[in-house]
């Protein structure tokens, strides 16, 4: 019994791990510069568009500056890598399905991942965020306030973070994600939509 519990507590870590990357595993589209207004970018096989990005006034119109950025896993798209991680680590069939009965019941929208980059360390920390997931027609599904998360060392733009967002709630495409700092004077930041590419 203690044996299946220390593992179990090891898988977690281990899985957990990968979501801890440095920023040279993170995916480059999120990282290499600030998205303008109405700009789409193709990640994870989504279309991401922010709508809207709150940036100091001499970099509004600029690929300069601090970074905003978010990607998107589905439910299914999760499903995949936990299975593809099992397949080359040899868990066993037990591990695997608690796994993802974990993903799941925890994320049964998905995941946001998201990249921010400040000049400032403090900025840079994601005590000060929080998400709110939005229907097709603008009506809250949810909304998710980040835990204490303090900043990387600076490289190329500044502090920089990078987190995982479990979404608690089942979403339908598209759908909305506005990233919000609590220590801003905007009502709402950052906006972005989120909608599969279509193949």
Same mark, same amino acid.
């Given at each position: 019994m203690k044996r299946s519990i220390i593992g179990v +507590?090891?898988? @977690?870590? /281990? &899985?957990?791990?990968?979501?801890? #990357?440095? /920023? $040279? =595993? +993170?995916?480059?589209?999120? =990282?290499?510069?600030? &998205?303008?207004d109405k700009e =789409?970018? *193709? *990640?994870?096989?989504?279309? +991401? =568009?922010? +709508?809207? $990005?709150?940036?100091?006034?001499?970099?509004?119109h600029m690929n300069l500056g601090p /970074?905003?950025? *978010?990607?998107? #896993?589905s439910p299914g798209q999760i499903a995949d890598s936990i299975k593809n991680v099992a397949g080359k680590e040899n868990w066993s069939d037990k591990d695997l399905q608690e796994k993802l009965d974990y993903y799941t019941s925890d994320a049964?929208? $998905?995941i946001v991942n @998201?990249? /921010?980059s400040r000049g400032d360390e403090d900025r840079a920390n994601f005590r000060w965020f929080f998400l709110i997931i939005r229907n097709k027609v603008?009506?809250?599904?949810?909304e998710i306030y980040l835990d204490y998360q303090a900043p990387q060392l600076p490289e190329g733009n500044g502090w920089w973070n990078y987190t995982s967002v479990l979404i608690d709630k089942p @979403?339908?495409?598209p759908f909305y994600v506005y990233l919000n700092d609590k220590q801003s004077n905007h009502l709402s930041d950052f906006k972005f939509e989120i909608q599969p590419v279509n193949k």
């Open positions: +507590i090891l898988m @977690v870590f /281990i &899985w957990d791990c990968l979501f801890a #990357q440095p /920023i $040279g =595993t +993170i995916n480059p589209s999120m =990282t290499e510069k600030p &998205w303008l =789409t970018r *193709i *990640i994870n096989d989504h279309a +991401i =568009t922010m +709508i809207f $990005g709150e940036r100091p006034t001499n970099y509004r /970074i905003t950025a *978010i990607s998107y #896993q049964p929208g $998905g @998201v990249f /921010i603008d009506k809250k599904m949810t @979403v339908e495409m």
